[in-house]
């Protein structure tokens, strides 16, 4: 079974900081991969996908994630964050193809002070 | 597009009563997912729907926890009885199921039980 792991739990940075969440996963087939972000008291939105091509991924909001396969790393970035980054990130990753189920990590907690 | 839509936003109630949550898909959605989120263990997928069928329900807890979809525009997610353990955040979410979509996440439904 596939799996996701999410390095980080908590990151607080100030604004401006450059991020980097990392995400590895562990399957050797053909992947999907998301990025989502929950804004507190809000639900999972979508923040960036991967499915084939370039694996340098522009998301929305200036983020970006670049997919590593030689790594099984799927990591998100952004140069300068700002306050109103502040929220949950989770990576998720699913077999390409078919009526898979994505599998999510647990999460990673962002906190950015003005 | 009115997105996933679940009801109620909140629910508190006592232990050993019945919670009811419900969930409407966005319309052409064939794939329907509940998952649960709590600090401890994050984002836990309960079970999923494929064209209004349980395709896996092994994330179910117990049997105090049933599914349902009796229509491709209607889930409910029951708990009967309910304990203080059960509260989360219920999340419904779903996707055309064509494998190469991301999930759409409803609003969720913050459960407490006393």
């Known amino acids: 079974a596939q799996s996701v792991s999410q390095h980080n739990h908590h990151v607080i940075l100030s604004e401006a900081a450059s991020l980097e969440l990392g995400c590895n996963y562990s399957?050797?087939?053909?992947?999907?991969l998301f990025w989502y972000v929950q804004y507190p008291g809000q639900h999972l939105q979508l923040l960036l996908k991967y499915f084939s091509g370039d694996p340098l991924v522009k998301g929305i909001k200036g983020f970006e994630a670049e997919f590593i396969k030689s790594k099984f790393s799927f990591n998100l970035r952004k140069p300068s964050v700002q306050w109103s980054d502040t929220a949950e990130y989770f990576c998720?990753?699913?077999?390409?193809?078919?009526?898979?189920?994505?599998?999510f990590g647990r999460g990673t907690s962002l906190i950015v002070h003005p | 597009d009115a997105g996933v839509i679940q009801s109620p936003r909140h629910e508190v109630t006592e232990m050993g009563q019945e919670v009811t949550l419900r969930c409407k898909p966005i319309s052409g959605h064939n794939s329907l997912f509940w998952y649960r989120q709590t600090m401890m263990r994050g984002l836990e997928l309960l079970i999923y729907f494929n064209n209004n069928v349980p395709i896996d329900d092994s994330g179910m807890p117990e049997d105090r926890f049933s599914a349902k979809m009796p229509n491709a525009s209607f889930s409910t997610l029951k708990i009967q009885p309910s304990e203080p353990r059960d509260s989360a955040v219920y999340f419904c979410?779903?996707?055309?199921?064509?494998?190469?979509?991301?999930?759409?996440f409803g609003d969720g439904t913050r459960l407490s039980i006393l």
């Open positions: 399957y050797g087939g053909t992947v999907n």
């Open positions: 998720a990753v699913k077999k390409a193809g078919g009526s898979y189920i994505p599998t």
């Open positions: 979410a779903s996707t055309t199921g064509t494998g190469d979509q991301p999930q759409h």
